[in-house]
């Protein structure tokens, strides 16, 4: 996975490092290194001012952070400069007889040290992409949208949604958002009954609806997981249309997927997933309905579970009931992604992402 490698370079070391632990937690795609003065040292000239301009000499990098007006200079298209109060209505060149004069003035971006972490990083971004020509994974485009329907209760469309995402994850461009809607009650755990978190939600899903419609402002990586696949996890019980806007404005993921009953409901999906329980008496009558809707929707896919043997033909994949896929583990159920359940999915991601 291709990483930014960014520098950070403040007057205040304490003030870098938490700067650096932020960066990191919003964004998965920086390699952040702290700038080093001592790495160039000349005992002819060892002034502080002299580091500087060998540091900004021989760094190699993608992106250069500081709070220091003369290393943005020195740096130029690839530097951007945190600033303060009157500071952002600096626009002279730093002259000082002990700095050599700047290769490129005025050509780095200012932003102001008060912003939030996430616009620093979409920043950082900004200068990557125009600097090297290329886009960053997951920051590119419009999300496209999965939708995973289930017909019953119990045909495991949360089991599908979350082994869909984890194979989109496993890609080097795509960055997976798993979406879980509806309060879920009783023995029904939602995608709790499969996670296994490397992170887990910092604060409550139950604020992030009314966050939403009261307009009010969050970060919205407090309220996700991500499990070790790389996944991300997100509840919600309300709000999925301001949601989804949201994510949209952000342009933070490369996939969304919905899980749930009336995920399509005022929502433009790209491709809808179908899940019928192939075990179910109900099977045959909800199977020649779902047929007739896949004929009028081409984007829409059946997807009948627990069958005997994987088989597929236009829109329509039987999945087999594989014992062996699942595990179970002290506080959650492992889903095998190297066996017949998982491998057969990896056939109907390849088939609807195209």
Same mark, same amino acid.
């Given at each position: 996975?291709? #990483?930014?490698?960014?520098?950070?370079?403040?007057?205040?070391? *304490?003030? /870098?490092?938490q700067? =650096?632990?932020? $960066? @990191? !937690? %919003?964004?998965?795609?920086?390699f952040?290194?702290?700038?080093?003065?001592?790495?160039?040292?000349?005992?002819?000239?060892?002034?502080?001012?002299?580091?500087?301009?060998?540091?900004?000499?021989?760094?190699?990098?993608?992106?250069?952070?500081?709070?220091?007006?003369?290393?943005?200079?020195?740096i130029?298209?690839?530097a951007?400069?945190l600033?303060?109060?009157?500071?952002?209505?600096?626009?002279?060149?730093?002259?000082d007889?002990?700095?050599?004069?700047?290769?490129?003035a005025?050509t780095?971006?200012?932003?102001?040290?008060m912003?939030?972490?996430r616009?620093?990083?979409?920043?950082?971004?900004?200068?990557?992409?125009?600097?090297?020509?290329?886009?960053?994974?997951?920051? #590119?485009?419009?999300?496209?949208?999965?939708?995973?329907?289930? *017909?019953? /209760?119990g045909?495991g =469309?949360?089991? $599908? @949604? !979350? %082994?869909?995402?984890?194979?989109?994850?496993?890609?080097?461009?795509?960055?997976?958002?798993y979406?879980?809607?509806?309060?879920?009650?009783?023995?029904?755990?939602?995608y709790s009954?499969?996670?296994?978190?490397?992170?887990?939600?910092?604060?409550?899903?139950?604020?992030?609806?009314?966050?939403?419609?009261?307009?009010?402002?969050?970060?919205?990586?407090?309220y996700?997981?991500?499990?070790?696949?790389?996944?991300?996890?997100?509840?919600?019980?309300?709000?999925?249309?301001?949601?989804?806007?949201y994510?949209?404005?952000?342009?933070?993921?490369?996939?969304?997927?919905?899980?749930?009953?009336?995920c399509?409901?005022?929502?433009?999906?790209?491709?809808?997933?179908?899940?019928?329980?192939?075990?179910?008496?109900?099977?045959?009558?909800?199977?020649?309905?779902?047929?007739?809707?896949t004929?009028e929707?081409?984007?829409?896919?059946?997807?009948l579970n627990?069958?005997?043997?994987?088989?597929e033909?236009?829109?329509?994949?039987?999945?087999?009931?594989?014992?062996?896929?699942?595990?179970?583990?002290?506080?959650?159920?492992?889903?095998s992604?190297?066996?017949?359940?998982a491998?057969?999915?990896?056939?109907?991601?390849?088939?609807a992402?195209?």
């Amino acid at each position: 996975m291709k #990483k930014i490698r960014l520098t950070i370079d403040t007057r205040e070391s *304490a003030y /870098g490092r938490q700067l =650096a632990k932020g $960066l @990191a !937690i %919003t964004g998965k795609h920086l390699f952040i290194t702290m700038a080093d003065h001592e790495a160039f040292a000349d005992p002819s000239d060892n002034s502080h001012h002299a580091k500087l301009c060998r540091v900004a000499e021989h760094w190699e990098g993608d992106v250069y952070l500081t709070d220091r007006i003369y290393m943005a200079e020195r740096i130029g298209r690839k530097a951007i400069l945190l600033m303060q109060g009157r500071e952002m209505e600096y626009t002279g060149v730093f002259t000082d007889e002990a700095a050599v004069q700047p290769k490129a003035a005025e050509t780095y971006r200012r932003l102001d040290s008060m912003a939030a972490l996430r616009e620093i990083y979409r920043m950082i971004v900004d200068v990557y992409q125009t600097e090297q020509g290329c886009f960053v994974p997951g920051a #590119k485009g419009k999300s496209m949208l999965y939708g995973f329907l289930p *017909a019953t /209760g119990g045909c495991g =469309a949360t089991a $599908l @949604a !979350i %082994t869909f995402g984890r194979i989109l994850a496993g890609r080097d461009s795509e960055r997976v958002l798993y979406i879980q809607q509806g309060s879920r009650t009783g023995k029904d755990k939602g995608y709790s009954l499969y996670f296994e978190g490397e992170k887990m939600p910092l604060r409550p899903s139950r604020e992030l609806g009314f966050l939403l419609l009261e307009g009010k402002c969050f970060c919205i990586e407090n309220y996700m997981a991500e499990d070790r696949y790389g996944l991300f996890y997100l509840r919600i019980q309300s709000g999925i249309e301001q949601l989804l806007r949201y994510l949209e404005k952000e342009n933070a993921f490369s996939s969304i997927i919905l899980d749930g009953k009336g995920c399509d409901e005022n929502v433009a999906l790209h491709k809808v997933f179908y899940v019928l329980n192939g075990q179910d008496c109900r099977t045959e009558f909800l199977l020649q309905n779902a047929k007739k809707e896949t004929e009028e929707d081409p984007d829409r896919i059946i997807l009948l579970n627990q069958c005997g043997c994987f088989k597929e033909t236009e829109n329509l994949f039987w999945l087999p009931r594989d014992e062996e896929s699942f595990r179970c583990e002290e506080n959650h159920v492992e889903i095998s992604m190297h066996m017949a359940f998982a491998r057969a999915m990896r056939i109907v991601a390849k088939e609807a992402v195209q």
